[in-house]
């Protein structure tokens, strides 16, 4: 093979000399890991040679001889030094080391079921860590609401006042807007299938039902878990970030205290009185759309809704909303500690908490809908 050069560098190649016995192989350039991978057609030629064992090797011309290039050549001359090799001394190590090593035959890779085992045993694992962090969670604030009961001056009036503010007033304008669409969507599409058979009249007790005991608790409810329950994580992860918590440690205050018993308190005082504004809205929009669509009158619609909806429904809305503040706040506050001081932390815990959050609320109601299945129908 011809000897090349690139930028200074020269290239591995071989050449051959014809000895009375056996032909000679001598092996030149610079033999680096680098060079061999940019020279298929040597690595190929390299090993046909390799197979012939009445050849003479002479490699003591190589300028250049790494450990991979010297394994490459072990492995094609069959994992043994060839009978007649002329070698230099500074090179003779690199082969050493592979004379008094084994190296394993690469294998197929067989599926290990060990590892859905461990993948499912991670997982259980994981939740019962976020179930166990929870219920200390738990624990703290009701041993915190025992201590209140005793010494009311201690009560964090102004952290709740705050709270209710930011996760109550402020969150009117979403809600409001979500209910009013809400409403009317529902109004609309349910006229379509009314008309058909004539019960035009059922939509009050439709729309009823259904915004009053359902959409309603659970529309303020996912809002808030997106909107309200991702700050109160992200607030409680910026101040693990710049030690704020360590700060507060260190005053002797708590954090369950200070942090968590305004949040769950604010959300608990606030959660009720979002669904009632938003069933509200949605109950108008719903109302408008049914005097457009079916010129059913607002009079109506106002005199017959006591009437299709028992007043046990807003009773269940309002013990829903409650429930679900609770654990809105709670899992909120429980991912906010878990936040690491660095940026990338924060973002995902505060993912899983608005995942969380939503997840609850939507169990939480499943729970309420199948125990109280059999009432606040008329």
Same mark, same amino acid.
């Given at each position: 093979?011809?000897?090349?050069?690139?930028?200074?560098?020269?290239?591995?190649?071989? *050449? %051959?000399?014809?000895?009375?016995?056996?032909?000679?192989?001598?092996?030149?350039? $610079?033999?680096?890991?680098?060079?061999?991978?940019?020279?298929?057609?040597?690595?190929?030629?390299?090993?046909?040679?390799?197979?012939?064992?009445?050849?003479?090797?002479?490699?003591?011309?190589?300028? *250049?001889?790494?450990? #991979?290039?010297?394994? %490459?050549?072990?492995?094609?001359?069959?994992?043994?030094? &060839?009978?007649?090799?002329?070698?230099?001394?500074?090179? $003779?190590?690199?082969?050493?080391?592979?004379?008094?090593?084994?190296?394993?035959? !690469?294998?197929?890779?067989?599926?290990?079921?060990?590892? @859905?085992?461990? %993948?499912? $045993?991670?997982?259980?694992?994981?939740?019962?860590?976020?179930?166990?962090?929870?219920?200390?969670?738990?624990? *703290?604030?009701?041993?915190?609401?025992?201590?209140?009961?005793?010494? !009311?001056?201690?009560? &964090?009036?102004?952290? /709740?006042?705050?709270?209710?503010?930011?996760?109550?007033?402020?969150?009117?304008?979403?809600?409001?807007?979500?209910?009013?669409?809400?409403?009317?969507?529902?109004?609309?599409?349910?006229?379509?299938?009314?008309? *058909?058979?004539?019960?035009? /009249?059922?939509?009050?007790?439709?729309?009823?039902?259904?915004?009053?005991?359902?959409?309603?608790?659970?529309?303020?409810?996912?809002?808030?878990?997106?909107?309200?329950?991702?700050?109160?994580?992200?607030?409680?992860?910026?101040?693990?970030?710049?030690?704020?918590?360590?700060?507060?440690?260190?005053?002797?205050? #708590?954090?369950?205290?200070?942090?968590?018993? &305004?949040?769950?308190?604010?959300?608990?005082?606030?959660? &009720?009185?979002?669904?009632?504004?938003?069933?509200?809205?949605?109950?108008?929009?719903?109302?408008?759309?049914?005097?457009?669509?079916?010129?059913?009158?607002?009079?109506?619609?106002?005199?017959?809704? !006591?009437?299709?909806?028992?007043?046990?429904?807003?009773?269940?809305?309002?013990?829903?909303?409650?429930?679900?503040?609770?654990?809105?706040?709670?899992?909120?506050?429980?991912?906010?500690?878990? @936040?690491?001081?660095?940026?990338?932390?924060?973002?995902?815990?505060?993912?899983?908490?608005?995942?969380?959050? @939503?997840?609850?609320?939507?169990?939480?109601?499943?729970?309420?809908? /199948?125990?109280?299945?059999?009432?606040?129908?008329?």
């Amino acid at each position: 093979m011809n000897k090349q050069s690139l930028h200074g560098i020269n290239m591995p190649y071989i *050449r %051959f000399a014809k000895e009375q016995e056996a032909e000679r192989v001598i092996l030149e350039g $610079q033999w680096t890991l680098r060079l061999l991978v940019e020279s298929s057609g040597l690595r190929k030629a390299l090993k046909k040679l390799g197979r012939a064992k009445d050849k003479q090797w002479d490699i003591s011309q190589v300028e *250049r001889l790494d450990s #991979s290039a010297a394994f %490459f050549l072990w492995d094609a001359w069959g994992k043994q030094l &060839p009978d007649k090799l002329t070698i230099r001394a500074e090179h $003779q190590p690199l082969f050493n080391r592979w004379q008094h090593r084994t190296v394993p035959e !690469p294998h197929k890779m067989l599926p290990d079921m060990s590892i @859905i085992w461990y %993948f499912w $045993q991670a997982i259980l694992l994981g939740f019962y860590q976020h179930i166990s962090a929870w219920l200390t969670l738990l624990g *703290r604030l009701v041993l915190d609401m025992a201590y209140l009961c005793t010494h !009311p001056r201690a009560t &964090p009036f102004k952290e /709740i006042s705050l709270n209710i503010y930011k996760a109550g007033v402020s969150a009117l304008g979403i809600t409001a807007l979500v209910g009013m669409l809400v409403g009317v969507s529902m109004s609309y599409l349910s006229s379509l299938q009314l008309q *058909r058979f004539g019960a035009e /009249i059922y939509i009050i007790d439709l729309l009823g039902l259904s915004i009053i005991r359902e959409l309603g608790p659970m529309l303020a409810a996912i809002i808030i878990a997106g909107r309200s329950g991702s700050a109160m994580t992200a607030e409680i992860g910026i101040m693990r970030v710049t030690q704020e918590l360590d700060a507060l440690l260190a005053l002797g205050v #708590s954090h369950s205290m200070r942090l968590v018993l &305004p949040k769950v308190v604010a959300l608990s005082l606030v959660m &009720p009185l979002l669904i009632v504004w938003t069933d509200v809205i949605a109950l108008i929009g719903g109302m408008v759309s049914a005097e457009l669509a079916l010129d059913i009158s607002y009079q109506q619609f106002i005199e017959q809704l !006591p009437k299709s909806v028992p007043v046990v429904n807003v009773y269940i809305g309002l013990v829903k909303g409650m429930v679900f503040g609770m654990m809105i706040a709670m899992i909120a506050c429980h991912f906010g500690f878990l @936040i690491k001081p660095n940026t990338e932390s924060l973002g995902q815990e505060t993912t899983h908490a608005v995942v969380a959050s @939503i997840t609850a609320v939507i169990m939480v109601d499943t729970v309420f809908s /199948i125990v109280f299945r059999n009432v606040g129908f008329p």
